[in-house]
């Protein structure tokens, strides 16, 4: 039985557009792990290269696959389904040869009749579509339906719940790229409809049906020159509306994507640049009215690749890839409920992750694949969400062998299927593989430094007679730590933080670390000062300047007074990590096992001495630092502020010292000073 909680490739041109624990603090409903079969099935012929893979599902069980693969002269559409719990292994050809076919798309009713749309390559790019018969098991003959005097391009096909399709594509009006439309009700294509301007180009068309066949298209537009935005226009009720730009003023926005529920609500997700940064951005259509743009990322920070699923009624999923601040993409999440969009989660954290898909059902459930990027090598993961909860990420490809541009379909709620292209070492072939919800064991770690006990609820964790456990997954687990005499308890680290009762589920292998210091551990330690020195009363700390002993065990509850005495030219200023700081004195309590402390001194501000002097004599100073020759007329010192300088005037012989001027007076030889701003003094010698 099943258990519900209740509750890029980098993107290349218009085609494309350390490990997550996903832990619940505190009591929760169970959560079922999506357990993959062990080892995907090659579904394209061996061979010839083959490229990006789609899948759709039906919610009945059933997958459909679409690629393209070479022959060794065109590229062939060609198709897989999965149903009866397996794959087909003899994929079907769909396009005939002697001609290229290239970005394929299938779409899959509830009784398992498909409808694929791909672009074949001509004098004029057409847009075909081909019809699987689920009586017959066979493909039947392709038919055009793009307007062939004129290119085509970007097909995109949904099916709604009374078997009727919607083909969506581009088509050149000798003038301009539009976007068009082609509905398949009754057995028989209608004519094309038009649904974007006229006078702009529109590209990278997508489209979202739900049963009723109601449907959004969103799109890319652009004048021809630099800037783009987000195009979008709902049909419902048998009427077209207002197209609306969903986009900002930016006027560089691309890579729309759209999902819409059973209760219409419509989300559109996008990739806009705010200044030199790519934001993903959203807006929702609700009641026949858009709502503000939400940024779903951080505005510091590039995004990529949007993706968004329905998962209920009045919410989604996005996912999207990220750079994160030390430049590494990731891939991020975040799901939206009754028009509010919930945390940030990240599915990977220290390798670069690229390409994500999505895919959900209308039970909250959904499941997201991408693929990361290791030093050898590239794999595809996925993660299964339900309940608000991301499960521990999966590696779903063979680990020895590359793979990249995942898709993932949920034709049950509680099953999915993943495609993607994987390298065999002679082609890029494409692998599929299936999942399940179903409950899995995982085990719980707990490890211990210093000397105490941590037992668990319900039992099984006994440190120190045994610090392992397994529970099923969804078990809520409670740890608690009990102290030995003259030991203290300090907390948690790992799966738990804190120092209270450490409450988890089990969703995944986790590790816990319970800290207990003896008291008379409890100690002090100084970062080494540069430019001054601390000790300590009682005798243990002399730190810096040349000496070492920055770090001393007083013992628990000691009371310890620290004094910090700058170096010759410089000041203290301030304690970081000090209780009771009063200038250059520290007072404190041992509190902590570590008690981290920093003093931090400045240089003291010097000024320039100038001594402006006639020839026939030289002018030096005490102490050292000022000497003004016999022939050298300007001459200076930086000293440090209020230093006390005695300037000594020496004639040549047969010459005399007549006086000082500026900050000296008088004809002796010496003349005494105060550094505490720029002093300027004047000396003349006959």
Same mark, same amino acid.
């Given at each position: 039985?099943?258990?519900?909680?209740?509750?890029?490739?980098?993107?290349?041109?218009?085609?494309?557009?350390?490990?997550?624990? *996903?832990?619940?603090?505190?009591?929760?409903?169970?959560?079922?792990?999506?357990?993959?079969?062990?080892?995907?099935?090659?579904?394209?012929?061996?061979?010839?290269?083959?490229?990006?893979?789609?899948?759709?599902?039906?919610?009945?069980?059933?997958? *459909?696959?679409?690629?393209?693969?070479?022959?060794?002269?065109?590229?062939?559409?060609?198709?897989?389904?999965?149903?009866?719990?397996?794959?087909?292994?003899?994929?079907?050809?769909?396009?005939?040869?002697?001609?290229?076919?290239?970005?394929?798309?299938?779409?899959?009713?509830?009784?398992?009749?498909?409808?694929?749309?791909?672009?074949?390559?001509?004098?004029?790019?057409?847009?075909?579509?081909?019809?699987?018969?689920?009586?017959?098991?066979?493909?039947?003959?392709?038919?055009?339906?793009?307007?062939?005097?004129?290119?085509?391009?970007?097909?995109?096909?949904?099916?709604?719940?009374?078997?009727?399709?919607?083909?969506?594509?581009?088509?050149?009006?000798?003038?301009?790229?539009?976007?068009?439309?082609?509905?398949?009700?009754?057995?028989?294509?209608?004519?094309?409809?038009?649904?974007?301007?006229?006078?702009?180009?529109?590209?990278?068309?997508?489209?979202?049906?739900?049963?009723?066949?109601?449907?959004?298209?969103?799109?890319?537009?652009?004048?021809?020159?630099?800037?783009?935005?987000?195009?979008?226009?709902?049909?419902?009720?048998?009427?077209?509306?207002?197209?609306?730009?969903?986009?900002?003023?930016?006027?560089?926005?691309?890579?729309?994507?759209?999902?819409?529920?059973?209760?219409?609500?419509?989300?559109?997700?996008?990739?806009?640049?705010?200044?030199?940064?790519?934001?993903?951005?959203?807006?929702?259509?609700?009641?026949?009215?858009?709502?503000?743009?939400?940024?779903?990322?951080?505005?510091?920070?590039?995004?990529?690749?949007?993706?968004?699923?329905?998962?209920?009624?009045?919410?989604?999923?996005?996912?999207?890839?990220?750079?994160?601040?030390?430049?590494?993409?990731?891939?991020?999440?975040?799901?939206?409920?009754?028009?509010?969009?919930?945390?940030?989660?990240?599915?990977?954290?220290?390798?670069?992750?690229?390409?994500?898909?999505?895919?959900?059902?209308?039970?909250?459930?959904?499941?997201?694949?991408?693929?990361?990027?290791?030093?050898?090598?590239?794999?595809?993961?996925?993660?299964?969400?339900?309940?608000?909860?991301?499960?521990?990420?999966?590696?779903?490809?063979?680990?020895?062998?590359?793979?990249?541009?995942?898709?993932?379909?949920?034709?049950?709620?509680? +099953?999915?299927?993943?495609?993607?292209?994987?390298?065999?070492?002679?082609?890029?072939?494409?692998?599929?593989?299936?999942?399940?919800?179903?409950?899995?064991?995982?085990?719980?770690?707990?490890?211990?430094?210093?000397?105490?006990?941590?037992?668990?609820?319900?039992?099984?964790?006994?440190?120190?007679?045994?610090?392992?456990?397994?529970?099923?997954?969804?078990?809520?687990?409670?740890?608690?730590?009990?102290?030995?005499?003259?030991?203290?308890?300090?907390?948690?680290?790992?799966?738990?933080?804190?120092?209270?009762?450490?409450?988890?589920?089990?969703?995944?292998?986790?590790?816990?670390?319970?800290?207990?210091?003896?008291?008379?551990?409890?100690?002090?330690?100084?970062?080494?000062?540069?430019?001054?020195?601390?000790?300590?009363?009682?005798?243990?700390?002399?730190?810096?300047?040349?000496?070492?002993?920055?770090?001393?065990?007083?013992?628990?509850?000691?009371?310890?007074?620290?004094?910090?005495?700058?170096?010759?030219?410089?000041?203290?200023?301030?304690?970081?990590?000090?209780?009771?700081?009063?200038?250059?004195?520290?007072?404190?309590?041992?509190?902590?096992?570590?008690?981290?402390?920093?003093?931090?001194?400045?240089?003291?501000?010097?000024?320039?001495?100038?001594?402006?002097?006639?020839?026939?004599?030289?002018?030096?100073?005490?102490?050292?630092?000022?000497?003004?020759?016999?022939?050298?007329?300007?001459?200076?010192?930086?000293?440090?502020?209020?230093?006390?300088?005695?300037?000594?005037?020496?004639? +040549?012989?047969?010459?005399?010292?007549?006086?000082?001027?500026?900050?000296?007076?008088?004809?002796?030889?010496?003349?005494?000073?105060?550094?505490?701003?720029?002093?300027?003094?004047?000396?003349?010698?006959?």
């Amino acid at each position: 039985m099943h258990c519900l909680i209740q509750s890029v490739l980098p993107f290349m041109g218009r085609l494309f557009s350390s490990a997550l624990l *996903a832990l619940a603090l505190g009591p929760t409903a169970c959560l079922a792990q999506w357990s993959w079969a062990t080892v995907p099935s090659n579904i394209s012929q061996i061979g010839n290269d083959a490229r990006i893979p789609r899948i759709s599902g039906n919610g009945s069980g059933v997958a *459909a696959a679409i690629w393209s693969r070479s022959n060794g002269t065109n590229w062939i559409v060609q198709s897989s389904f999965f149903n009866n719990n397996a794959w087909q292994l003899k994929a079907s050809d769909l396009s005939p040869t002697g001609k290229d076919g290239s970005l394929p798309q299938i779409a899959i009713d509830s009784n398992g009749n498909a409808k694929a749309v791909w672009l074949e390559a001509g004098t004029a790019n057409i847009i075909k579509t081909a019809d699987f018969d689920k009586s017959t098991g066979l493909w039947k003959t392709p038919l055009t339906i793009s307007d062939p005097s004129q290119g085509a391009n970007y097909p995109q096909v949904v099916f709604d719940q009374s078997g009727n399709a919607l083909a969506v594509f581009t088509q050149y009006n000798g003038s301009f790229w539009v976007v068009q439309t082609r509905t398949f009700k009754n057995g028989v294509w209608l004519p094309a409809k038009t649904i974007s301007s006229k006078t702009l180009n529109a590209y990278d068309p997508q489209v979202a049906m739900a049963s009723n066949g109601t449907y959004t298209v969103v799109w890319m537009s652009n004048d021809g020159g630099l800037t783009s935005t987000i195009q979008a226009v709902q049909f419902r009720d048998g009427l077209f509306g207002t197209i609306t730009q969903l986009s900002g003023s930016s006027g560089n926005a691309k890579l729309p994507q759209i999902a819409i529920d059973e209760a219409l609500q419509t989300t559109a997700i996008w990739m806009e640049a705010t200044g030199q940064i790519y934001q993903i951005a959203s807006r929702q259509l609700t009641g026949g009215t858009w709502s503000d743009i939400n940024y779903l990322s951080p505005s510091t920070l590039n995004a990529n690749a949007p993706q968004i699923a329905s998962n209920g009624t009045n919410s989604a999923v996005a996912i999207w890839m990220q750079q994160n601040t030390d430049g590494i993409w990731v891939i991020r999440t975040r799901p939206l409920s009754s028009g509010s969009w919930g945390s940030l989660t990240d599915l990977t954290a220290t390798q670069n992750a690229y390409f994500p898909k999505i895919a959900a059902n209308s039970n909250g459930a959904a499941t997201a694949t991408w693929y990361l990027q290791t030093s050898t090598t590239t794999t595809i993961q996925g993660s299964y969400y339900q309940g608000g909860v991301w499960t521990t990420r999966q590696t779903l490809s063979n680990t020895n062998q590359n793979a990249s541009i995942p898709d993932v379909a949920m034709p049950t709620g509680t +099953q999915a299927q993943a495609v993607w292209l994987q390298s065999n070492g002679s082609n890029q072939i494409v692998a599929a593989i299936e999942g399940d919800d179903a409950p899995n064991q995982y085990t719980l770690t707990v490890s211990r430094s210093g000397s105490g006990l941590v037992t668990s609820n319900p039992s099984g964790i006994s440190c120190g007679t045994g610090c392992k456990a397994s529970y099923t997954q969804g078990t809520s687990v409670s740890l608690s730590a009990s102290v030995d005499v003259g030991q203290n308890f300090i907390g948690w680290s790992g799966a738990c933080q804190g120092s209270g009762t450490c409450s988890l589920t089990m969703n995944g292998n986790l590790s816990v670390n319970a800290r207990f210091v003896s008291s008379s551990d409890y100690q002090i330690k100084m970062i080494r000062p540069p430019h001054g020195q601390i000790t300590s009363a009682p005798d243990g700390i002399v730190c810096g300047l040349g000496t070492f002993d920055c770090l001393k065990k007083f013992g628990k509850d000691a009371a310890i007074v620290l004094t910090a005495t700058p170096q010759e030219g410089y000041d203290f200023v301030r304690w970081t990590g000090c209780q009771t700081p009063e200038g250059p004195s520290c007072s404190l309590v041992l509190n902590q096992p570590t008690t981290t402390l920093k003093a931090l001194f400045r240089a003291k501000p010097k000024y320039l001495l100038k001594v402006t002097k006639t020839r026939y004599g030289s002018i030096s100073s005490t102490p050292k630092g000022l000497q003004c020759g016999n022939n050298i007329r300007t001459c200076g010192h930086a000293f440090v502020t209020g230093t006390e300088v005695i300037l000594t005037a020496t004639p +040549q012989e047969g010459r005399t010292f007549s006086g000082w001027g500026g900050a000296c007076a008088g004809s002796d030889n010496t003349c005494q000073i105060k550094v505490v701003n720029l002093t300027k003094v004047d000396a003349t010698f006959k």
